[in-house]
């Protein structure tokens, strides 16, 4: 198993958030209440985020400390 290193996580972090804004754009909250796959799709992408954030070492989250990481609690949001 390879070890995936913080800018690769961070990259993961960045693709998945332009997916979600992508998937998002032009659309209403009727439109997210009704369109089942619409709204599967950005929960995957909070998701990503979330696992990603998650294992962003203490030294990158020290060096970049101006960043609100919430890596505890995430999940909530899907939940």
Request: hydrophobic letters at 45%.
């Amino acid at each position: 198993m390879s070890k995936i290193d913080d800018l690769t996580r961070l990259l993961h972090m960045r693709d998945a958030a332009s997916e979600a804004i992508n998937f998002a754009a032009s659309q209403s909250r009727e439109i997210l209440n009704s369109n089942r796959m619409l709204t599967l799709a950005l929960v995957k992408e909070i998701e990503i985020i979330g696992e990603a954030a998650g294992r962003i070492s203490s030294e990158c989250r020290a060096k970049y400390s101006q960043v609100p990481w919430v890596t505890n609690h995430w999940n909530a949001i899907i939940v």
